[in-house]
C-alpha cells in the first residue's frame, strides 16, 4: 500500500546561481589549464564543470494546483506539492507531474433496467480530485480512466437497485427522491475510488429517461395516474361540499328532505360537480313531490 509522503527539497533559486557559478567557472579554468599543460587542475575544473551540469537537472518547476511524484531508480521517494522553484535530487527520474486541480466527468448514457425491470437511461456527473498522489499513481493503471470506468459500475449498480417510479409514498425512486439518490451515489462511487487516492466532491444524475422502446407507454400510464388523482382531488371535494350543503339545510330548517329526496339531491350535486363539461339544468315548476 502507498502512502503520499513530501519529497526532500531545496530552493531553486540559489541552487540554479551556485551551479551557473561552477559550470561558468569551471568551464573557464579548464581551458586556463589547458593552455598552462596542468593536466591535473584541467580534470578537476572538468569535474566541477560536471558537477554543475549535472545539478541542473534537478531543478523543477511546479506549478500551483500540480504536484510531482519522484522515484528514484523505480522507487518511490517522495511527492513535491509547494507551487515553487525546486531542486530535488538530479538522479529523481521520472518526475511524473499530477493535477491536484478539481475535474468534471460526465457519463455516457447507460441503458440499464431499474428494480422494477423496465430499461431505462441514465447519466451521472462527478466532480473529483486527486487527494494523495502516491496512490493516484502506483494503484491503478491509470486513474483518470478508472474514475470513468468505475463511476459507470455505481452507476449501473444505482440504477438496479431502485425503480424509476415509487409505488408508494415511502418508496425511494430514481426520479422523485433526487436528494437521498444523490447522496447514495456519491458514497457509492467515493467507496470505489478511496483506493486510488481519489476524492468525491459532488456527484448527481445529469440524465433519467426511459428507453425509446417503452417512452410512450410509460407517458400513458403516467398521464393516467395523473387523472386518477386529479378525479380522486375532485371526489373528495365533491362529496365534501354535498355533506356541507346538506348540513346546512338541516341546521337552518330550510327544508326536510327524506332518504330518496337526500340520494337524489347528492346524485344531482355529484353530476354538477365532478362532471368534466357545464351542466345543463332542468327548471321544475310542480311540485316538490310530482
Sequence with gaps: MFREKHAM??????????????VVAGGWYFFNRLIATDWWMAGAAALIFVLGFIGFGGLTPVSPNEARVLQLLGTYTGTLRDAGFWWVNPFTMPRRA????????????LKVNDHDG???EIAAIVVWRVTDTAEAVFQVDDFENYVRVQTEAALRNLATTYPYDAHNVDQ??????SDEITERLK???Q????????EVIEARISHLAYAPEIAQAMLRRQQASAVVAARTRIVEGAVGMVEMALDELSKRNIITLDDER???????LLVVLCSEQNT????NTGSLYT
Design 9 to 22: 527539497v531545496l530552493p531553486g533559486l540559489p541552487l540554479f546561481l551556485l551551479f551557473l557559478a561552477l
Design 98 to 109: 499530477v493535477s491536484l486541480r478539481i475535474r468534471n466527468f460526465e457519463s455516457s448514457k
Design 118 to 120: 423496465n430499461p431505462i
Design 172 to 177: 425511494l425512486s430514481l426520479r422523485t427522491s
Design 187 to 189: 458514497t457509492e462511487i
Design 191 to 198: 467507496d470505489r475510488l478511496a483506493k486510488a487516492g481519489l
Design 262 to 268: 337526500k340520494a337524489a339531491m347528492v346524485s344531482n
Design 280 to 283: 345543463q339544468p332542468v327548471v
